[in-house]
């Protein structure tokens, strides 16, 4: 399904599904960053009240984990993107005739 850590394969090597005729763009990156920036946003709260550490800390802490767990789970997000895509029948905008 994928030619590179994030990039779709133009098609299928297994039945020939051609992937290009799908747009999934940046739809899963900003799903990803809100769904992990609430959750890194509440684990970074529930820090500071508790332990109080440096500003140093919560960078050293926070940034990694938030770019690992985006990273991390683009292929699934992207790859669930297409699959829900493929299965309404999702397209670019057309216009009634």
């Given at each position: ?44 709260l ?17 940034i990694p984990?938030?770019t ?22 999702a397209?670019?905008?057309?216009a009634?005739?």
């Amino acid at each position: 399904m994928f030619s590179g850590w994030v990039r779709f394969a133009d098609h299928c090597t297994a039945c020939g599904f051609d992937f290009a005729k799908f747009n999934v763009g940046d739809g899963p990156v900003v799903f990803l960053t809100l769904g992990v920036g609430t959750i890194v946003t509440v684990l970074a709260l529930v820090v500071e009240l508790r332990f109080a550490p440096g500003v140093l800390v919560h960078a050293l802490l926070w940034i990694p984990l938030t770019t690992l767990l985006v990273l991390g789970a683009l292929r699934f997000a992207k790859g669930l993107l297409l699959a829900l895509e493929y299965r309404n029948d999702a397209r670019e905008g057309r216009a009634r005739k």
